[in-house]
């Protein structure tokens, strides 16, 4: 089966009688899984009590993993500290705003500055590695689990002082901190570093935002150093070809520079079953068709990246609200949507359902009681399936357009309320347009090193608010469009420096001087304002949140304008030819139906209109040469085929139209 | 008026000059009131500097009640401590989960474990009962005043110690704990009883569930082991005859095991106005009517109880929302209710509204003028209806099935989300279906201790959701049903054991050896799901929000069947022959549709329709030979007698139709 | 331009470039404005380091001031201390109610109470005053900023010991503080102040009712007093002509004696536009036309007043919910609502909007871009409308009737929920419907030394929920009625005293002596009761949340009665005459249609409606011989001039139909 994406499973050997560990390995191997991830939870079983370490009792698993041809991921265990650790070395533990410490008796609660935490860190990642890197078994790494899930925050002493030194390093003099937290508003003004502080509670909950981006930074610092230092660790110790990641996507994290700097591969923990659970709104974000735009966003940290934690069955604790068990083809849906997205790996979550702990409820593939479930054939299929799709493992997922991201904008995003509304409101209406329009579209991260290139793969790149603007991003959006490449801009871009100021300069600030586009004055439309819509040739559609009044300058055309508000006729939309391309500066938010009259236009709708026709329900991926198409719905969907293709796993002709069931997948070769 | 239902008032004399004290106990005894509480929050009346104790205060009031023939209920004044005390000895706080200590100037800020109070109260009790035990009037203690009212969880330092004392009492070593508790998951392992703390503040609000049951049986431990010291100190002084009572049913505590262990009676507080005030929804547990099911349990725990508190006024603090006076009629009817389910003494609250601090606004019988109010007159009312009612005091609420409970459960409910989900809806639905069917039921209460003979008196019991099982009260239940009795399970029976843990077995775990079912999968129905109904024969009704499968076995019958969701055709309901009697098991919840299907086919449904026709907006209660009728609706109710009764107030004979006035009570001699 | 409405700006130097500052106040000059404030947050700006001060920085600034022919108000600055000075002495920090302090950041952070923050804002204040009054441009003084503004509670250290202080000053012994807080409630009786404190939490959240209304004195007092402290100081340096204010108006302090015994005038902070932003409620309120409420408040602390900060922008922080930009003719619309209200000042909030800073989109006048906007064009205009309306500046509002208030029942609606809600009922009903009835009215701030010839200016006085009620303000009003006024009384007046207790009288207490009302019984209304209607004559109306049953004395009439609830026929309104005048007792809450039932038969409706018929959408108000027509309606207005009047601002002549544009104004000379 070359080239075919691989199964594991999440097993906890600890929770389990010993006598269970090998009909559970024989049965995994049953249904075509040759990999378990354990250990991450299990910093007592190898540390029971300071300083001293054994081994046994995973040597001992891993003895059987060998003997039954079981590939091992190996993890650290620094998201649980022990209880001893906790109780001694109290520094190590994160607090809240207020400065209240946490306790143990959950995870996550340790924070990453604490010298005496990275101590032991540190001491007790190298025995690991130590002992079982050279187990011929383990193939890979994770680092921790789930890094900045839960808590991205963190206001213990250890932070307050590791802040200060950020700070002493990014700034040199606090003038330079002053200037760049703008100090002179509300006489914020620091004489010394000594005199700043991770943020403390406020009478009105509000920070200096300036001072609260630096904090996010300084956040993503500390996390990405934690986990380069145990990588570094592990490297001294691990067999040449095996792997170092981490899981799960979390904020105020630069997942990027973390992978670029500390791992080799990224690998995401996919619950769309989240979507469903008590209280949740299924109507939002498409639910579980909505993780596509989160295995988007995932693959452009690893084009070819894992799943270590995909799901199989209700999710959730004991302390909050229910979720369904997944319907019958949901489990294949979500794992062929992450193989279609560009996963090479899918390791299941979990072999068996937690029998006590707080996850009593977070199902695996079999239940309490041990007996063989409909989810665990439904593994088998997974198996069959993509044992028969052979080359898909470590080819591209296509897209012919892509949506622009940086971490100076998200993070602002984090910082600045008005910002987040934008940016909220048109990455879900950009992504719901691709979806129904069956235009498969990328993510592309770039930074101030970021290579013309790699934006060159796009013929569009929609970039919706980029409110922080550098000279280097401008620099190199201007040279992809000169080179043919078309640019879309949304509202309010360039308005703010890298430090979230907001420069005294005409706007749309740097890009201004090149896309075409003058905006004088702009609104929020808040507050029982009648919402103005764009008129744009025939269409016409919602503005959204907010509105730039734009004026083409420098020979660019303007194409839309706004109607039903007070400021009607004003334009909304210029295009400016730039070298071989062009730029677009659009006045409002990208609503779902702003997005599809853009996408439309802009020729990138249905690009596989020629082979099929599939309905709104259905997503449309295309990888290695397969065509995806999953059906999301509790109903069937009806697809009907232009031209002769073949069923990817059956290796049947399809021709004309074709059924789908609820929750159906159809692979075709073509 | 032999074994007449008695009434009483509860009083503050320290609220009121000295002077109204003797007219306020005459027009007491004008409406037929024949005792008075008094004293529960007076320590500093006592002891108003430090083991300075005098009692002219109350000596002087209980002079005046004897010279009246007034009774007295005698209070210990625990539930809120001096200034001086807390300023001195703050340890004698009880603080929130961030550890901030609670201020004086509200209630119930004290916690049960500190050695200096529990000293300190000691010390007063000890004091009250030598000095005022003996007096004439003096007819029974009440101590402290609601029991875990307000604060049901404690964080204090004095309960961080006693929770370890409590644990290395329960486990004896820190390895059974480990397994109790599941340390293995989240690395949760403690190699001290030092390291182990009540739950303090985590990252997401989650602790490790084996711990939190602990934690409340502690809370309920140490809240009965407060109440029997008290209790031990008064008995060593008081008359033979004088009862010893505490007030109120809260959370976090086993009030059958305080009541067995510590007192003579249990006695409640009943405020069925709550259903009324701003911010209520009245469509919810049927308003006032739903405090039925509170007396329900209430009659659990002393099969003749007491109202300590009866409401009188429109209720509510300076701080929260405003509530409606009670409209005429509904006094009588809120104690006729009490009467009817099983109160031998109704005490009501409070005799004039306080004219100073938080309970300004708990109107009494009288307002702040002192006029005579209607109010009053209903009180007289209630007199002169219960004086006619005798035989009544000391006779017993007649049910023909019971809803078992038990405090596994009960506690678990307070620890696991998805537990909680199921049980409100079944004890909601089993209530109403109860009530609009007028089928009188009892709850009984079960521990590994409990007796057949007390299950033998229910034709049938329901189990709702017996997710915690032991193989004592598994038994119990089988001896029940072989009996000859009927015992219905909803979903989830069996699937924990006594720790919560879900042991592997397969379900429902130990009354699947006897009760006819196997459960092989389940889903919980929450988001977005169509949403499944249960067919049995000819009706159908929704399963409500979790769903077993079941499968029939060891001869058991298939009933009823899933229908409209994915899992439709499954079984939903088996009955099984168990000796005499048999066992059914049901896969959902006891929405009200479900329970009133359940009511109608085993029988339990109108029990007294023989008698008279009543309409689904009264309730009907029987107890010493009279039926009660009940109408809690704002409107008229037609009733029509099929034979000959009489009124239990005038004599008159009655037969036929009858009108029952909005908020009426109508007790008739069958 | 005598007697005109002059203009002026808040300006931060300290946040532009100096070169940007001369142009900047050369284009506030085109557009009229005469006056800069500066320096409320500055304080690091003259004390960089503790001790040490440079005054180049505002000298500088001054000389250009002078220099165009700028006004200046110079500010105190002790709204934001130095991150030196709260490092170094935290004590001068507020803290939250759990005791934790609040860290440097953000803004008003520190206690009044603290005597190092005494200290050194004395200095401060007395280093600024001594160096800057005497410079011909500075015209006067705003102390601090927004004071009681975000916190206006306070739990430090230093404001623990200052409340004993407090208490034992107004109390003398802890005996008296017992009997005014009740005590005897709850046992809270203190043996000694040291046993006090300002709130702490408690489980219920509950306090001392009457302690609180002690401890929103203390707070009043404490920032009367620091006020006072700077005032002090500024009075020994200022120039003769020269005022001191200070600006917003804000809870937990008595405006009025702040004003009287610290300031020269008292100056708000108007921003109609918070009405419009994300999640705010257009509908509720009226909306920005709901600010003249505010500004009738502002108008009885000083008849002619300052508006220091006037709305010209979209509002609000980078943490909180999106404004909308004033639409065109809104920004001029609300600065004459300010003036027809009796602003003599109008200082526009802010020049150019903050380019860094939590402020980040609080929008001034002019974009982050410097260009001329439509706002710098709508404050020319402003300014051209002002300066036609000669005579205006100085002249009184004129209204007929007034709303009576007084601090005793205003802080105990922040005690007491009760209350809380009947007064928010009853304001909000009483201003809309004066709004919709074109009848212009005062609000009359009473206390016990209240002057009866300021209440002879009204023909009635509406006093709608006079629960505390003292027997200097119950002769007051006798007085009044006796000389002929009309006073109204709504429902639970009188049933509290100074403390807040609930005496044991008859109610309405003191002022059922002499208005002919007695009140036996009441009732809220409140979850689910079918609410009761007022029927007076042949009007009917909503009766509102409460309802007190009216009995006629001493020969007063039964006007009105309750319909549709229980309590049906018992009278609901009485009149009595009292010598030339009369009162009415009046047993309900001042819904709209109850207030315009009461505003129509009391002859208050309409007054100018021999002059112009104006549809409900726009306001009316009348100032120094000027109507002032406000149209706050999107859409146009229609007016009808039934007698010749003059446009003021041209001078010619209007009769007949008219059309005022949408957020338009006109203004006619009567």
């Known amino acids: 089966m070359a080239g075919c994406v691989s199964l594991g499973v999440c097993y906890y050997p600890e929770h389990w009688d010993r006598s269970l560990w090998e009909s559970d390995l024989l049965r995994m191997t049953d249904v075509g899984i040759t990999t378990v991830r354990i250990a991450e939870f299990s910093w007592s079983i190898t540390e029971r009590t300071e300083g001293n370490f054994t081994f046994d009792f995973f040597d001992g698993f891993l003895d059987l993993c060998e003997r039954v041809g079981m590939n091992v991921i190996m993890c650290t265990p620094t998201a649980t500290p022990p209880a001893w650790l906790t109780e001694k070395y109290p520094e190590s533990l994160n607090a809240d705003i207020n400065g209240v410490r946490y306790g143990h008796g959950s995870r996550r609660h ?15 990642v190298r025995a690991l590695a130590e002992h079982f890197a050279r187990r011929r078994c383990v193939i890979g790494w994770q680092i921790d689990n789930e890094v900045n899930c839960e808590a991205d925050v963190f206001y213990s002493e250890s932070d307050d002082g590791a ?111 989240f979507a469903y659970g008590t209280g949740s709104h299924p109507e939002r974000g498409m639910a579980d068709r909505g993780w596509s735009r989160d295995l988007s966003a995932v693959r452009s940290i690893s084009g070819n990246f894992g799943i270590m934690e995909q799901q199989t069955g209700a999710n959730s604790w ?89 971490y100076d904008n998200i993070f602002d995003c984090d910082v600045d309320a008005w910002r987040r509304a934008l940016d909220g409101e048109s ?150 030819s730039v070298g071989g391309g062009c730029a677009y500066y659009y006045g409002g938010t990208f609503t779902e139906p702003a997005a599809r009259e853009f996408i439309a236009r802009l020729g990138l709708a249905e690009p596989y209109a020629d082979t099929v026709a599939v309905p709104e329900q259905c997503e449309i991926a295309a990888r290695g040469g397969y065509l995806f198409i999953l059906n999301f719905a509790h109903t069937e969907s009806e697809v009907e085929f232009h031209r002769p293709v073949s069923d990817a796993e059956t290796g049947g002709p399809l021709r004309g139209p074709h059924t789908i069931p609820p929750y159906g997948v159809l692979v075709v070769r073509v």
Request: glycine residues 8%; proline residues 5%; hydrophobic residues 35%.
């Open 163 to 273: 802040f200060r030194e950020f700070l002493r390093a990014r700034y040199g003099t606090p003038d330079e901190l002053n200037r760049a937290w703008g100090c002179a508003f509300w006489n914020q003004t620091y004489n010394s570093f000594d005199e700043v502080h991770v943020p403390r509670p406020t009478v009105n909950g509000a920070h200096n935002p300036h001072g609260m981006a630096d904090y996010i930074r300084f956040i993503s610092d500390s996390a990405i150093s934690f986990v380069k230092m145990q990588a570094d660790i592990i490297r001294e110790y691990k067999k040449p070809d095996d792997f170092i990641t981490t899981n799960g996507m979390f904020g105020h994290l630069d997942n990027h520079r973390m992978t670029r700097e500390a791992l080799d591969v990224f690998m995401y923990d996919s619950y769309p079953n």
């Open 110 to 124: 340790y924070n990453y500055n604490s010298p005496k935490y990275r101590e032991l860190s540190a001491r007790v």
């Open 427 to 576: 990455v879900e209406g950009l992504f719901r347009a691709s979806q129904h329009l069956h235009a498969p579209c990328d993510y592309v991260y770039i930074d101030d090193g970021a290579d013309v290139e790699r934006l060159m793969r796009y013929r569009v790149l929609f970039y919706p608010h980029a409110a922080i603007m550098t000279e280097a991003r401008s620099r190199l959006l201007y040279e992809y469009a000169s080179r043919g490449g078309v640019i879309v801009f949304g509202c309010r871009a360039g308005y703010k420096d890298e430090n979230g100021h907001c420069p005294m300069r005409s706007l749309p600030g740097l890009v201004g001087e090149w896309c075409g586009a003058d905006v004088d004055d702009s609104t929020a439309q808040a507050g029982g304002d009648a919402p103005a819509s764009v008129r744009w040739g025939d269409g016409k559609f919602p503005a959204g949140v907010y509105a730039d009044f734009v004026t083409p300058k420098d020979g660019a055309e303007p194409l839309a304008f706004y109607e039903d508000a007070w400021f009607a006729e004003r334009c909304a939309l210029t295009r400016k």
């Open 318 to 406: 004991n302390t909050w609200g229910m979720s369904p068990q997944p319907k019958p083809g949901q489990i294949k849906l979500w794992a062929m949507q992450s193989a279609a997205h560009g996963a090479d790996y899918i390791s299941f979550f979990r072999w068996r359902t937690a029998p006590f702990g707080t996850e009593i409820y977070w199902h695996g593939i079999l239940n309490y009681d041990n007996r063989d479930t409909r989810r665990l054939c439904e593994i088998g299929e997974i198996h069959k399936t993509l044992s028969s799709l052979s080359g898909l493992a470590g080819s591209a997922y296509e897209a012919r357009y892509a949506v622009v991201r940086d």
